[in-house]
């Protein structure tokens, strides 16, 4: 997993390398992280930036704890990072698998399967908004032409998270195309003809070969879509403002509303902080399970 | 036997094709539907879905003139540029400060006093700073920013996009120079060149594609942000992504054709970079990952 050097060598030069990125990163990132977490534990109402500040002790956890509205945000994010990462993970695989094949214009497809995760969210939010209007988009207009009932996309609160999840899988699904297209590549090929030989199907192959082959490149796409899914906010604002009501509001869309539109910047960095504690959770979760699976395979 | 083998291939290689198809249609259709709702008129948006312009609408280019020489064509502009200038200048930062750190961590060995830490430790530090969620760091970045004079800065907005880019351009540049050969740099020193001239003069080129590649990434990483401008910039250092989605939630409701000219502004870019340079993405997005 980690590289290491042919012939590390101890030179008084060396902290020149390391010590502007570690120096940057500490105070730019670190400190703001304690910072983070100090205002997590007192109460500061932005409007009067100085003397509005006074030490809060656990009662922004406590709140929180009793806030429905922050649990509401917690479960839309959960749902919204499965949701996406198992479509997004299907998908890609699938697709893998069909470029995985001698077949023409591979590169062609490569590139344009690439176009989407380029796109700048905002613009990307905004066009998700655009094919899903109910009236004006093409969405509903081929379903109608195919004979189905109109869906209320956006508008309606079962639908709009669905439909922040199609968006965002279109974009998405891209990136886990190419890391497990390239992690199909760097399989034996012996392996896949001597089970062909001895008469095993693609459906067996695939279950028993493939698969299990893949999972550590899978777990690893899985946990980089996931941390990023988590950060949802520019689809979302840009696509439903967090609608209808609060349907598709996600903890970084309600912390940011609670720092900036109510001002208080420690019940905000409380509300950060367990979304922090949530993906932590999951990494170590995630990380452990990649570390045994190493571990097995060795 | 022969016979039934060559058909099931032509089945599976029809089914591959459909379906690589279908999926290239769904890729393309949204940018295809930016493109022609950006030439409609506003009766051809609100009349309904229209596909084809000349048979189903009228095309016409008022919304990119608008967009170009309207009243807001100097926010746009400015926008534009400040994106630019803030992608670019974060980029070659992080380049340069991860290529030093992902140097340094591949070729000598470091330990943090006190906490044990060797290179490897070092190198997970770095990277899982990428793995934070950026409303944690948000709120002290822009208190910070308020007290420093830094807010709504481009320097400070370059700054800001340098340190969430330089996880990943450590990590990305670490493996790359781990992959090369050592044996060039040694014999240079042993001539008697000094590390840094090592560095400059034979690792830098031999590293051109993985530099490239990660220059691009932190590019569209910034580029693409929304949540840093939206919290540390307001109106002199606001980029693209802020202006479309500020046009997007007006209150009298999105000018479909204005926004999709828009929108094609801001993806434009990056699109024609990932034309040009698939390759070099393709490999830095692995590495990335899988490593």
Redesign the interface.
């Known amino acids: 997993?980690?590289?290491?050097?042919?012939?590390?060598?101890?030179?008084r030069?060396?902290h020149?390398?390391?010590t502007?990125?570690?120096v940057?990163?500490l105070v730019?990132?670190i400190?703001?992280?304690l910072?983070?977490l100090v205002?997590s534990f007192v109460s500061w109402d932005l409007s009067r930036?100085e003397g509005g500040i006074r030490f809060y002790g656990l009662n922004n956890f406590i709140t929180l704890a009793k806030d429905t509205r922050f649990w509401h945000t917690a479960r839309v994010t959960l749902t919204f990072v499965i949701g996406a990462v198992a479509l997004q993970y299907c998908i890609g695989l699938?697709?893998a698998m069909?470029?995985n094949?001698e077949?023409r214009l591979r590169?062609f497809?490569?590139?344009?399967?690439?176009?989407?995760m380029?796109?700048?969210?905002?613009?990307?939010?905004?066009?998700?908004?655009?094919?899903f209007n109910e009236?004006?988009?093409?969405i509903n207009?081929i379903i109608k032409h195919l004979g189905l009932p109109a869906v209320r996309w956006v508008s309606s609160i079962p639908m709009a998270l669905p439909s922040l999840i199609l968006v965002d899988t279109?974009e998405w699904t891209p990136?886990m195309m190419?890391?497990l297209l390239?992690?199909l590549q760097s399989l034996p090929p012996e392996v896949f003809e001597s089970a062909r030989v001895d008469g095993a199907s693609s459906l067996q192959i695939f279950r028993h070969i493939t698969f299990p082959m893949l999972l550590p490149?899978s777990l690893?796409?899985v946990l980089?879509r996931g941390?990023e899914a988590?950060?949802l906010?520019?689809i979302v604002?840009?696509m439903t403002?967090g609608g209808p009501g609060t349907a598709t509001e996600t903890?970084?869309m309600y912390?940011?509303l609670v720092?900036?539109k109510n001002g208080n910047?420690g019940y905000?960095?409380a509300i950060?902080?367990a979304?922090?504690i949530m993906?932590t959770i999951i990494?170590l979760f995630f990380l452990n399970s990649l570390r045994r699976r190493a571990a097995a395979a060795e | 036997m022969q016979l039934s083998m060559t058909l099931s291939r032509r089945l599976r290689?029809t089914l591959?094709?459909t379906?690589?198809i279908v999926?290239?249609v769904?890729?393309?259709?949204?940018?295809y539907?930016?493109v022609i709702?950006s030439i409609k008129q506003p009766i051809a948006?609100?009349q309904?879905?229209k596909?084809f312009p000349w048979v189903d609408f009228k095309p016409t280019l008022d919304a990119w003139k608008f967009l170009l020489t309207g009243p807001t064509s100097r926010q746009v502009i400015r926008s534009w540029t400040n994106s630019a200038i803030l992608a670019i200048g974060s980029a070659a930062l992080a380049v340069a400060?991860?290529a030093?750190?992902g140097?340094?961590?591949?070729?000598?060995?470091?330990r943090v006093p006190g906490l044990g830490w060797r290179?490897?430790n070092?190198?997970f530090w770095?990277i899982s700073?990428r793995?934070?969620?950026?409303?944690?760091?948000?709120?002290?970045?822009m208190?910070?920013y308020?007290f420093l004079g830094l807010i709504d800065t481009r320097h400070g907005m370059i700054?800001?996009y340098?340190?969430f880019n330089?996880?990943f351009a450590?990590w990305i540049l670490?493996?790359f120079?781990?992959?090369l050969p050592?044996d060039l740099e040694?014999s240079a020193l042993i001539d008697g060149a000094?590390?840094?001239q090592a560095f400059r003069k034979i690792v830098l080129p031999l590293s051109t594609p993985g530099l490239v590649a990660t220059f691009l990434f932190c590019m569209?990483f910034s580029?693409?942000d929304?949540?840093f401008a939206?919290?540390l910039t307001f109106s002199r250092s606001s980029t693209?992504?802020?202006f479309?989605?500020g046009e997007?939630?007006q209150s009298y409701g999105?000018q479909?054709w204005y926004?999709?000219a828009l929108?094609l502004l801001?993806?434009a870019p990056?699109?024609i970079?990932?034309?040009l340079v698939?390759r070099y993405?393709?490999r830095g997005?692995?590495v990335g990952?899988?490593?």
């Open positions: 997993m980690s590289p290491q050097a042919a012939h590390p060598v101890t030179e030069s060396k020149f390398f390391l502007p990125t570690a940057l990163i730019l990132s400190f703001p992280l910072f983070s205002l930036l699938g697709i069909l470029l094949q077949i590169r497809f490569r590139v344009v399967f690439l176009i989407p380029m796109l700048t969210p905002a613009a990307v939010g905004y066009v998700g908004r655009m094919l009236s004006m988009g093409p207009d279109w990136f190419i890391v390239a992690g490149v690893t796409v980089i941390l988590f950060k906010f520019d604002v840009v403002g903890v970084t912390a940011y720092a900036m910047l905000a960095s950060a902080y979304l922090l993906v990494t | 290689m591959t094709y379906l690589l999926w290239t769904i890729c393309l259709f949204p940018i539907w930016l709702t948006v609100f309904g879905p596909y400060l991860g030093l750190a140097y340094g961590l591949t070729r000598f060995r470091y290179n490897d070092i190198a770095i700073q793995m934070l969620p950026p409303v944690v760091v948000i709120l002290p970045f208190i910070m308020r700054l800001a340098t340190v330089l996880p450590v670490r493996d120079f781990a992959g050592i040694e000094s590390r840094l569209m580029w693409n929304y949540l939206l919290m693209l992504p802020m479309i989605a997007g939630t999105p479909w926004l999709s929108s801001a993806v990056m699109v970079v990932a034309l698939e993405i393709t997005l692995v990952a899988i490593k």
